[in-house]
T-cell receptor
Framework: RKEVEQDPGPFNVPEGATVAFNCTYSNSASQSFFWYRQDCRKEPKLLMSVYSSGNEDGRFTAQLNRASQYISLLIRDSKLSDSATYLCVVRDSGYALNFGKGTSLLVTP | DAGVIQSPRHEVTEMGQEVTLRCKPISGHDYLFWYRQTMMRGLELLIYFNNNVPIDDSGMPEDRFSAKMPNASFSTLKIQPSEPRDSAVYFC?????????????FGPGTRLTVT
């Protein structure tokens, strides 16, 4: 069983829409949580960390529910440039990261 | 500043040949990670090093795979002999243990095709 599960999508949304991605993780002792973004045929890059209290970075909001072992990412006012694959990432202990398989987003004009 | 550097960017080889992938981490970073990405399995951690010492190689698929880090600025991932199922994108990433962030910085990847 994969430790980090995501809906692969694709999510096709029009510009300006709000879209939400969800992710679940299996290890209740996981310590840190992140969203990475990967453009087509490029390397993954950190989008934002996810904190227990929830956090916002511009149009992006990330939330963590430790009790349900659930992470979410909300994108408001979607732009064409938001089209990418969004990877849910969990750190159990140490410095190794567990990556979900990603959710594909396509924002259309 | 230069990011993580990987070479070659593309490699096409025949089954049975030896393949060597190379990585130069960001200067000063003390962790180095090797990943493999396929459509079926996503991004999988193969092995990681701390201060040039292998910490966890449990993700290395089999004995055909080996990785070394002879110094802080260079690492190799070798596949011998290669098989078609090894076709994937191989990423190297590095990170810095000091500070609150666990961010990993990825190289551009090596796209390997084994025919």
């Amino acid at each position: 069983r994969k430790e980090v599960e995501q809906d692969p999508g694709p999510f096709n949304v029009p510009e300006g829409a709000t879209v939400a991605f969800n992710c679940t993780y299996s290890n209740s002792a996981s310590q840190s949580f992140f969203w990475y973004r990967q453009d087509c045929r490029k390397e993954p890059k950190l989008l934002m960390s996810v904190y227990s209290s929830g956090n916002e970075d511009g149009r992006f909001t990330a939330q963590l529910n430790r009790a349900s072992q659930y992470i979410s990412l909300l994108i408001r006012d979607s732009k064409l440039s938001d089209s990418a694959t969004y990877l849910c990432v969990v750190r159990d202990s140490g410095y190794a990261l567990n990556f979900g398989k990603g959710t594909s987003l396509l924002v259309t004009p | 500043d230069a990011g993580v550097i990987q070479s070659p960017r593309h490699e096409v080889t025949e089954m049975g040949q030896e393949v060597t992938l190379r990585c130069k981490p960001i200067s000063g970073h003390d962790y180095l990670f090797w990943y493999r990405q396929t459509m079926m399995r996503g991004l999988e951690l193969l092995i990681y090093f701390n201060n040039n010492v292998p910490i966890d190689d449990s993700g290395m698929p089999e004995d055909r795979f080996s990785a070394k880090m002879p110094n802080a600025s260079f690492s190799t991932l070798k596949i011998q002999p290669s098989e078609p199922r090894d076709s994937a994108v191989y990423f190297c990433a590095s990170s810095l243990s000091r500070g609150p962030s666990y961010e990993q910085y990825f190289g551009p990847g090596t796209r390997l095709t084994v025919t």
